[in-house]
T-cell receptor, first 118, second 116 residues
């Protein structure tokens, strides 16, 4: 059973298009994330949601809009795709309440979505 | 500010050699958590270990061991008798109270190449 699953795994699209990446977790966690891994393998947080509430928005362009219909899902929609958006996007989840030490719990990642903008 | 430094960009070893991946962190928090993740060539991020700042006991799991030393702000990872399947990029990461524990701050990763 896949704990954190995201689709699609591979996505090739043209500049200017709008695309979405879906993420679902079956771990019963209440916090979900999107991380971006650039071409140099550097990983950085983009968004964090706790029980459908946005907790972190790490100065991401507003072309990126996360949507959390429920605490088990966190989708990422990207408008007007640019070449620089090409990256691997990882969805993740963890159990914990913001600001409390329980939030130091392990973050589990999905398999990644490889986005290529041409 | 929180920062994780993995000074070794790439390490190449021959199978059965022991190898240590270094991780040095910076934080002003007294409560924090340290992690190691493995990213094999297939691309997924695999959780390996989590330690909290109050537990400096070293840990061994099979061929893997971790050395946590608060005095030097280091959390090093050793693979004993390396195997080709250990080839991957390894990331050290930190979560601290300073950011409400919400951010996992990653190092830049160390690419380990194990040749037969």
């Amino acid at each position: 059973d896949t704990a954190v699953s995201q689709t699609p795994k591979y996505l090739v699209t043209q500049m200017g298009n709008d695309k979405s990446i879906k993420c679902e977790q079956n771990l019963g966690h209440d916090t979900m994330y999107w991380y971006k891994q650039d071409s140099k393998k550097f990983l950085k947080i983009m968004f964090s949601y706790n029980n459908k509430e946005l907790i972190i928005n790490e100065t991401v362009p507003n072309r990126f809009s996360p949507k959390s219909p429920d605490k088990a899902h966190l989708n990422l929609h990207i408008n007007s795709l640019e070449l620089g958006d090409s990256a691997v996007y990882f969805c993740a989840s963890s159990q914990g309440i913001p600001g409390q030490t329980s939030s130091g719990n392990t973050i589990y990642f999905g398999e990644g979505s490889w986005l290529t903008v041409v | 500010a929180q920062k994780v430094t993995q000074a070794q960009t790439e390490i190449s070893v021959v199978e059965k050699e022991d190898v240590t991946l270094d991780c040095v962190y910076e934080t002003r928090d007294t409560t924090y958590y340290l992690f190691w993740y493995k990213q094999p060539p297939s691309g997924e991020l695999v959780f390996l270990i989590r330690r909290n700042s109050f537990d400096e006991q070293n840990e061994i799991s099979g061929r893997y061991s971790w050395n946590f030393q608060k005095s030097t702000s280091s959390f090093n990872f050793t693979i004993t008798a390396s195997q080709v399947v250990d080839s991957a990029v390894y990331f050290c990461a930190l979560r601290g109270r300073n950011t409400g524990f919400q951010k996992l701050v990653f190092g830049t990763g160390t690419r380990l190449l194990v040749s037969p």
